[in-house]
């Protein structure tokens, strides 16, 4: 049973650039969250999607954009890249509201030089 | 105030002993709630959730929620330095927007 699956698994950038990240979810859950975590924090809620629309989203700016597939992967968009986007890129997938869990993938670290 | 919060640790307890991990949150309308254990570097992985007042025991793992005080907590028995990991409260704050806490850092001394 497959979980859920994170490209790239590292990735390094120059500030201004734009990157995207990749998210499979576990087999059987149709909704996607993304979350960034900085070192030493919890991880911060960055949006959801459910049937391949943006059902929620936390305090991100609008350099952060996503996108979900009639498949229900989904990929996370950051423009204009900050030296402060450096962080740990979560997935996490549930089925539909996540009322019994969200299972996470390992994460893409992300480094802004 | 943060819509999840915990006990600031680090939180550091001698093999064999009851590590207790605290937590509050802010939206009485919450219906779940889970704990997830992070190990350094790694992703989190989900340990216990729990839905009603009370208590809900797995192992040697408790966790208790108290809706009225908007409280929830994870008694680990039997500490072992394996256990030594950042504990995470989430909270799914409706419509499957799940909220974490800043985390606390649990130390299981040999």
């Known amino acids: 049973d497959a979980g859920v699956t ?9 500030r201004g650039q734009q990157v995207t990240l990749r998210c499979s979810p ?7 969250s993304w979350y960034q975590q900085a070192l030493g ?3 911060q809620f960055i949006f959801q999607y459910y049937e391949e629309e943006e059902r929620q989203r936390g305090n991100f700016p ?3 954009s996503g996108h979900q597939f009639p498949n229900y992967s989904s990929e996370l968009n950051v423009n204009a890249l900050l030296l402060g986007d450096s962080a740990l890129y979560l997935c996490a997938s549930s089925a539909q509201t996540g009322h019994y869990g969200y299972t996470f993938g390992s994460g893409t670290r992300l480094t802004v030089v | 105030q943060k819509e999840v919060e915990q006990n600031s ?3 550091s307890v001698p093999e064999g002993a009851i590590a207790s991990l605290n937590c509050t949150y802010s939206d009485r309308g919450s219906q779940s709630f889970f704990w997830y254990r992070q190990y350094s570097g790694k992703s989190p992985e989900l340990i216990m959730s729990i839905y009603s007042n009370g208590d809900k025991e797995d192992g040697r793992f408790t966790a ?3 809706k009225a005080s908007q409280y929830v907590s994870l008694l680990i028995r039997d500490s072992q330095p394996s256990d ?5 409260c989430a909270v799914n704050m409706g419509g499957g927007k799940l909220i974490f806490g800043q985390g606390t850092e649990l130390s299981v001394k040999p």
């Open chain 1, 6 to 14: 994170q490209s790239p698994t590292h990735l390094i950038k120059t």
């Open chain 1, 26 to 32: 576990k087999s059987g859950h149709d909704t996607v």
């Open chain 1, 62 to 64: 609008d350099r952060f």
């Open chain 2, 9 to 11: 640790g680090p939180l």
């Open chain 2, 64 to 66: 208790q929620l108290n």
């Open chain 2, 84 to 88: 030594s990991a950042t504990y995470l």
């Open chain 1, 41 to 43: 924090q919890g991880p």
